[in-house]
C-alpha cells in the first residue's frame, strides 16, 4: 500500500516540476572554425568570418577541433529562473 502512495507523490511531484520547465529557447545555428590554435583573448575574438552551422549539418572528423559559437537571447519571461545550455 505505502508503494502505492510513493508513486502517487513522485507523479504528482513531477507535475509541479514539469510545469517549470517548458520555458526553452531554440538555438537554430552556430558559427564555427576548425582551428588547432588556442584562443587566449576569447573576450575580443572575432568570430565573423567563421562558417555558419545550421543544426542539422553534420560536421567532424578524425583529430580535428573546432570552436563554436552562438548567441541566445533570454526571454523576460527566465528572470529569476535557473538556466541551462544543452
Avoid at 25 to 36: A, D, I, K, W
Avoid at 53 to 80: M, Q, S
Wanted: proline letters at 3%; charged letters at 35%; aromatic letters at 14%.
Amino acid at each position: 500500500m505505502e508503494m502505492r502512495f510513493l508513486k502517487e507523490r513522485i507523479g504528482k511531484m513531477l507535475e509541479y516540476l514539469r510545469a517549470d520547465l517548458p520555458l526553452s529557447v531554440p538555438v537554430t545555428s552556430f558559427r564555427m572554425l576548425q582551428s588547432e590554435e588556442r584562443f587566449r583573448d576569447i573576450a575580443n575574438l572575432d568570430t565573423s568570418s567563421w562558417k555558419e552551422l545550421k543544426r542539422d549539418e553534420i560536421w567532424g572528423g578524425h583529430r580535428e577541433y573546432y570552436w563554436f559559437e552562438t548567441v541566445v537571447t533570454l526571454p523576460d519571461a527566465f528572470e529569476g529562473k535557473c538556466t541551462a545550455f544543452e
